[in-house]
């Protein structure tokens, strides 16, 4: 049994331009679940990000960071200290070129793995002991590295994306109460 979650942290770049890239997944699922909560996102200059919060066994916090990727850090920390969030209460979800399209990994802790966005959150936390919940896009070496995680995805990978956010949401009660062996068992065996 993990620790309770209480800041869910979605990565991204803001800016319409970036909107609908691959790199923008985290942001989606910040999008998805607040919309399923009823909860409405505001930009709050203090944390740098765009915030939210609903209840679910207390009270959590949603961020999209208003920073670059490589700068999430600074938005993670600032809503972490604020409201006395400890790293092993964060959930910070991401894309994850490793991964193929419709993975999803969940880690606790660990290094960054190339992901500037965690590299960031990492530095600004001085810890790394955060759960990180990784959604696959794809083999980008195959495809071209950057190019393709600032690219808009097919229209049969979104559907795939979009139906990854959706099981996450139905195993996100057991990831928030810190039953993560129980969603892992779940989310890591599909199959995209």
Avoid at 13 to 40: C, M, Q
């Amino acid at each position: 049994m993990s620790s309770p979650i209480k800041l869910i942290a979605g990565l991204g770049n803001p800016g319409s331009e970036y909107e609908n890239t691959r790199h923008n997944v985290g942001f989606w699922f910040i999008d998805a679940l607040a919309k399923s909560k009823g909860v409405n996102l505001k930009l709050e200059k203090k944390f740098h990000g765009v915030v939210g919060k609903f209840s679910l066994n207390g009270e959590i916090c949603l961020l999209k960071p208003n920073t670059y990727m490589n700068r999430s850090g600074q938005s993670v920390s600032a809503l972490a200290k604020y409201y006395k969030v400890a790293p092993e209460e964060i959930l910070v979800i991401h894309d994850e070129l490793d991964l193929l399209t419709g993975t999803i990994k969940i880690k606790q802790g660990g290094g960054h793995a190339g992901n500037n966005g965690i590299r960031d959150i990492i530095a600004s936390l001085s810890n790394n002991d955060f759960l990180r919940l990784r959604i696959g896009i794809g083999q980008a070496e195959k495809k071209g590295g950057t190019d393709y995680v600032l690219g808009t995805p097919s229209k049969t990978d979104k559907e795939q994306l979009n139906k990854v956010i959706d099981e996450i949401m139905a195993y996100l009660p057991e990831i928030i109460n810190g039953e993560i062996d129980k969603a892992m068992n779940h989310l890591h065996s599909l199959k995209p």
